[in-house]
C-alpha cells in the first residue's frame, strides 16, 4: 500500500518561512509527476507547484520567486520551500506523489 505524508505545515508570522515535505512509502517507484496543491477554507483546491521526473519545475503564476520546488529520490521525498509568506497562503497544502494523495499539512500565516 503506498501512503504519501506531508509535514512541516506551521503557524507563521507574515514574511516567514516554511518548508514542507511529502514522503511516500509503500513503493519506490518515483520516477513520475510530483506536484503541491493547496486549499483555503471555503475554496477549491489549487494547483501550487510541479516537478517532473527530468527535474523541470513549473509553478503557478502568482507564487514564482517565493516558492521553490525540489526533491530527493533517495528519500522518496519532495519538498516545498515557501518564502515571503503571505496570510493569503494560508490553507492546507496537499500532495500528489505519482498518482496518491497525502492527507495534508496546515499552513497558516498570521500575526
Known amino acids: 500500500q503506498v501512503i504519501v505524508v506531508e509535514s512541516g505545515g506551521a503557524l507563521v508570522q507574515p514574511g516567514g518561512s516554511l518548508r514542507l515535505s511529502c514522503t511516500q512509502s509503500g513503493s519506490r517507484f518515483n520516477r513520475c509527476h510530483k506536484a503541491w496543491y493547496r486549499q483555503a477554507a471555503a475554496k477549491q483546491r489549487e494547483w501550487v507547484s510541479s516537478i517532473d521526473d527530468d527535474g523541470s519545475t513549473r509553478y503557478a503564476d502568482s507564487l514564482k520567486g517565493r516558492f521553490t520546488i525540489s526533491e530527493d529520490k533517495a528519500k522518496d521525498t519532495v519538498y516545498l520551500q515557501m518564502n515571503s509568506l503571505k496570510p493569503e497562503d494560508t490553507a492546507t497544502y496537499y500532495c500528489?506523489?505519482?498518482?496518491?494523495w497525502g492527507q495534508g499539512t496546515q499552513v497558516t500565516v498570521s500575526s
Open positions: 500528489n506523489y505519482c498518482g496518491n
